[in-house]
């Protein structure tokens, strides 16, 4: 197949004039090459066609392509995850990774959850704070968790994050609405050990990859996973792959059934924490997880569970193929993982 790649390059934007912090999301170079040799090494044809806007230029212009296989996470928005596929459906062009309504309905963690325990899934306590008025009617139980609503990769969490009283609650969340801009998701703080889980596939044929416990080192600037604890990964976290066990399967169970009820497509990622009483709770989902080799959650499970990272993307590939109405290519072989 001619396949396009589609992505945010975090540098391209850091030499148009934006902030570190606005583009903490994107992707770097070495993260597009192995993307880029792992769709060569399937047999396919690669066109690195960078962000968004020069998609829509292309598309304009007539170009077209077998498969898009896109990990822009956009600008701006609750919405901007979903902004690429939205554009690739209004002219018809087949892609990896899930729909609009489910890039945008899971990016809004808030919207994301109440989706999850309508399927009586399991996960914190929370309210939405909009204004500063709202931080007056929060009733829950102390200690929480406050976060921007509609991020990633940890941005706008960081050690002021668990609050223990509502003076800290006042000042963690006023900081939020005003530097990000966003509503604040406010959830009872889960005590227990943390886990992320992988997935591959679509619908009933979407399977568990593998789980890895996130272990904060003593090193780290926080007890929790921060925007600042991700960015020193190496230095500040472990990552263990979890035994076989019945926590195991509990968390793993739980983490496909919300992959499954938000009607996630073809790869993502799933974070799972334990309650008070050591009972897995429903945190967010991914469905554009993180894709470099070696620094990313997806490939470092892959990894543990002996499936090369091209044989990963190979898999994403294979899964999103199903949609196709014809190739005229032979598909990558289903990997084993």
Same mark, same amino acid.
């Given at each position: 197949m001619r396949i396009g790649l589609?992505?945010?390059?975090?540098?391209?934007y850091l030499a148009a004039g934006y902030s570190e912090d606005a583009v903490a999301e994107?992707?770097?170079?070495?993260?597009?090459?192995?993307?880029?040799?792992?769709?060569?090494?399937?047999?396919?044809?690669?066109?690195?066609?960078?962000?968004?806007?020069?998609?829509?230029?292309?598309?304009?212009?007539?170009?077209?392509?077998?498969?898009?296989?896109s990990i822009a996470e956009g600008l701006e928005g609750r919405s901007r995850e979903a902004q690429v596929p939205a554009l690739l459906e209004m002219y018809g062009v087949p892609y990896?990774?899930?729909?609009?309504?489910?890039?945008?309905?899971?990016?809004?963690?808030?919207?994301?959850k109440r989706l999850v325990m309508s399927y009586g899934l399991p996960t914190p306590k929370f309210v939405l704070v909009q204004t500063p008025d709202d931080l007056d009617d929060v009733r829950l139980t102390y200690p929480l968790f406050v976060k921007p609503v509609a991020e990633g990769t940890g941005k706008g969490i960081d050690a002021r994050s668990r609050v223990d009283s509502s003076a800290e609650l006042?000042?963690?969340?006023?900081?939020?609405?005003?530097?990000?801009?966003?509503?604040?998701?406010?959830?009872?703080?889960?005590?227990?050990?943390?886990?992320?889980?992988?997935?591959?596939?679509?619908?009933?044929?979407?399977?568990?990859?593998?789980?890895?416990?996130?272990?904060i080192l003593a090193s780290a600037s926080a007890a929790d996973y921060t925007f600042d604890v991700k960015e020193q990964c190496e230095s500040c976290v472990s990552?263990?792959?979890?035994?076989?066990?019945?926590?195991?399967?509990?968390?793993?169970?739980? %983490?496909?059934?919300?992959?499954?009820?938000?009607?996630?497509?073809?790869a993502g990622r799933v974070d799972i924490r334990l309650d008070c009483g050591d009972r897995p709770a429903f945190m967010e989902v991914n469905p554009l997880p993180g894709l470099h080799p070696t620094h990313?959650?997806?490939?470092?499970?892959?990894?543990?569970?002996?499936?090369?990272?091209?044989?990963?993307?190979?898999?994403?590939?294979?899964? %999103?193929?199903a949609r196709i109405p014809y190739v005229n290519a032979v598909p990558c072989p289903e990997p084993t993982s």
């Open positions: 589609v992505y945010d390059l975090r540098t391209e994107f992707d770097s170079e070495q993260t597009i090459d192995a993307l880029v040799e792992a769709i060569q090494a399937c047999g396919h044809a690669v066109d690195r066609i960078g962000h968004g806007q020069n998609l829509a230029r292309y598309l304009v212009a007539g170009d077209r392509w077998d498969l898009v296989f990896a990774f899930s729909d609009p309504l489910v890039c945008a309905a899971t990016l809004d963690k808030a919207v994301a006042r000042t963690a969340a006023l900081s939020i609405l005003n530097r990000l801009h966003q509503p604040v998701l406010v959830e009872e703080y889960l005590p227990g050990r943390e886990f992320t889980t992988g997935i591959l596939g679509t619908g009933r044929a979407a399977r568990v990859l593998g789980t890895i416990e996130i272990i990552y263990e792959a979890l035994q076989p066990g019945t926590l195991r399967d509990d968390i793993e169970a739980l %983490a496909l059934n919300a992959y499954r009820a938000l009607e996630c497509r073809d990313s959650d997806l490939p470092m499970i892959a990894t543990q569970q002996g499936m090369p990272y091209e044989a990963l993307i190979g898999a994403i590939i294979h899964s %999103a193929e």
